[in-house]
C-alpha cells in the first residue's frame, strides 16, 4: 500500500515507531536506522502527515 492510500492512523503509527526506534538507537549508540532507504520513507511519511495535517513530532536524525 502507498503513503497516499495508507489512513491517518497506520500513516502515524508507521512514522511514530520509525521515530521511537531512531531515539532507542540513540540512547543505546545503535545505527540501526540510519539506513537511508528508512530515513526516505520516514520523509515520504511525514509529508504525507503535513499534507493531511496531522500531528507528529520530528525525528532528530543521527548526523
Avoid: G
Avoid at 13 to 37: C, G, L, S
Wanted: charged share 30%; net charge neutral.
Amino acid at each position: 500500500m502507498s503513503v497516499e492510500h495508507m489512513p491517518d492512523e497506520r500513516l502515524a503509527h508507521f512514522y511514530e515507531n520509525i521515530r521511537q526506534q531512531v531515539e532507542a538507537d540513540q540512547a543505546n549508540k545503535h545505527q540501526f536506522m540510519a539506513n537511508p532507504t528508512v530515513r526516505q520513507y520516514a520523509d515520504r511519511l511525514r509529508s504525507e502527515m503535513i499534507k493531511r495535517r496531522l500531528s507528529h513530532s520530528p525525528i532528530d536524525w543521527p548526523s
